[in-house]
């Protein structure tokens, strides 16, 4: 890095979505200026608070406007680019994102003589994959290599939190609902702690034993889709009787559910939960950063407490 009289400077693309907010946190408590660079600033004025007067920016820079990456990563010592989607709100969302935004930040970061670079992609990135979502998380982590080859790229299974979309969501499904629908049950994660994603990335930025590779992130645990659904039941102390559904009627559904502005499953969607979300055998992961994963057991009853029947008030995320 720059010199220690010099205020070290990062650039968070997406950084005030879900795992954003962790790395901010971290980064600020390094002394970085952290800019935040997002669609929408106000959005990220939350996180105004993670620092002293000025040291958090945000600022107005999607990724598929080179104009506004370029302006975001001037002048940078680290970019971490976040951004990732799991459903089109415009066709071609997910290229114009994922893909083609991947290798723009890539791109500009080099020429802008950042000195690293981490691209956090997603286990099941893979160019031949048959869902949009894998195929251009595939094609992002390839132009980030060809543009940064000294990226630290981080590959996280599902990804679990205070604010996550998976627990919170099923929890939320298992208060409302008669029963607990079950689709490609037998499908198997490896639920990773998002502060220990954002301690990944602190570790990928500073470490020079992570330059140019590539960490698949999974928790201390493998679950199949069906073990993880049961224990948010048993969590949240709702018996629900667990219903496997016909894989015709989940397609319909899945295509109806694409006509709103939040679906809860896609076509796409579907296709990945076909496929094992796992580390893969011989992959560097957390142990190589030298982090200790935390299990979905010691963290996660602790926010779902607030789906109990009389439930108490939402821990606030550390």
């Known amino acids: 890095m720059r010199g220690s009289t010099v205020r070290k400077v990062a650039t968070v693309f997406g950084g005030s979505g879900f795992i954003g907010r962790y790395v901010v946190q971290r980064l600020a408590s390094l002394d970085y200026v952290v800019r935040v660079a997002v669609g929408h600033p106000d959005a990220a004025r939350f996180l105004l608070t993670q620092g002293r007067v000025g040291q958090i920016v945000p600022l107005a820079a999607s990724v598929a406007d080179a104009g506004a990456v370029a302006r975001a990563v001037a002048g940078a010592d680290l970019a971490v680019n976040l951004v990732g989607i799991l459903h089109e709100r415009k066709p071609g969302d997910f290229r114009r994102l994922q893909a083609e935004g991947a290798g723009t930040v890539a791109r500009l970061a080099a020429e802008a003589g950042v000195e690293r670079l981490v691209h956090v992609s997603a286990i099941g990135a893979d160019p031949a994959s048959p869902s949009q979502y894998g195929r251009t998380k595939g094609e992002g982590e390839a132009a980030v290599r060809a543009a940064f ?170």
């Open 149 to 318: 080859p000294q990226a630290a790229i981080l590959r996280p299974s599902i990804v679990f939190g205070p604010e996550d979309q998976f627990f919170n969501r099923f929890a939320g499904m298992a208060r409302l609902l008669p029963v607990m629908p079950v689709v490609e049950g037998a499908t198997r994660f490896q639920p990773v702690y998002v502060g220990d994603v954002a301690d990944a990335v602190i570790a990928a930025a500073t470490r020079e034993d992570a330059l140019g590779k590539t960490f698949e992130l999974g928790g201390p645990r493998v679950w199949s889709f069906r073990e993880l659904l049961r224990f948010i039941l048993e969590t949240t102390g709702h018996r629900r009787p667990m219903l496997d559904m016909p894989a015709g009627l989940v397609r319909l559904q899945a295509r109806l559910s694409e006509l709103l502005p939040n679906p809860p499953l896609t076509r796409d969607q579907l296709l990945m939960l076909q496929r094992d979300n796992l580390v893969a055998p011989g992959m560097p992961g957390l142990a190589e950063l030298g982090i200790a994963p935390k299990s979905v057991e010691a963290v996660v009853p602790g926010y779902l407490a607030r789906f109990r029947p009389g439930g108490g008030r939402r821990p606030i995320a550390a």
